[in-house]
């Protein structure tokens, strides 16, 4: 036991290699978890974009935030299924015969999910430049928007092991995401709250979307932030936190 936990971090970065090395002999996963978004921002943008009123001249840029919400919401539902796999092949079992920490299997899945939904953030970011994205934001600015985009997705990486470890199909162990994808769109990323009815506004003004997309949108277009991100630090770390808690029992009553 003291071997394992002094040789966290090496035996962490064993399991990372592992997966990442899974995602990229299969980069469809990243292909596809990044058209989905790029197929939504080119819709809205120049289909729909002309008829939403949103009080800026440039939508993309109004529209960017919660389009990389959205493919990170389909990014993880990657991760539950790579998981429930591992989990029915018996590949937990012979790493638990091995002398390592059992939770860096857990972190193996948690931190390639960051890594390959990075890589689709910024794939995203660049196809929004060629359609006119412009931020006039420094360089602080964007490391803080990232800080917020990673914790987002440990938070709901961490979801997504839930969903791995508790499914007992494949298609149970992806459709968990499907109603985060979803919040995306009752929400202020595509237009403003206040054009919608007064029961639909309140919840989206109250979910977590909204704080984390307004937070990102006022950091990247140069704008006061406000209380929307300490609002969206408080739901990313407290989900992240509630997540991890249930994960670890789920983790322990399996294996």
Request: proline share 4%; charged share 10%.
């Amino acid at each position: 036991m003291e071997t394992a936990k002094k040789h966290f971090f090496s035996d962490m970065g064993v399991m990372l290699e592992r997966s990442m090395r899974h995602i990229f002999r299969s980069m469809d996963t990243i292909i596809t978890v990044t058209i989905m978004p790029i197929g939504f921002m080119l819709l809205f943008v120049y289909v729909f974009g002309g008829a939403i009123q949103t009080g800026t001249d440039n939508y993309v840029n109004y529209l960017l935030p919660g389009i990389l919400l959205i493919a990170i919401a389909s990014g993880i539902s990657y991760t539950a299924y790579r998981l429930f796999m591992d989990m029915q092949r018996g590949i937990f079992e012979r790493f638990h015969s091995m002398p390592i920490a059992r939770s860096t299997v857990l972190w193996g899945h948690v931190l390639s999910s960051l890594v390959s939904n990075a890589i689709s953030v910024v794939v995203i970011i660049a196809v929004a430049l060629i359609m006119g994205f412009r931020s006039p934001a420094g360089i602080l600015s964007w490391l803080a928007v990232a800080g917020i985009l990673a914790l987002f997705t440990l938070a709901l990486s961490w979801v997504a092991v839930i969903a791995g470890l508790s499914a007992k199909t494949v298609d149970g162990a992806g459709a968990f995401s499907y109603p985060i994808i979803f919040l995306p769109f009752i929400s202020s990323a595509f237009v403003p709250t206040e054009s919608m009815p007064s029961g639909v506004r309140a919840f989206a003004e109250n979910q977590p979307v909204t704080s984390i997309v307004e937070a990102i949108r006022a950091l990247l277009s140069g704008q006061p932030v406000g209380n929307d991100i300490w609002i969206a630090l408080a739901w990313c770390i407290g989900i992240m936190v509630v997540a991890y808690f249930f994960a670890m029992r789920a983790y322990k009553k399996r294996v």
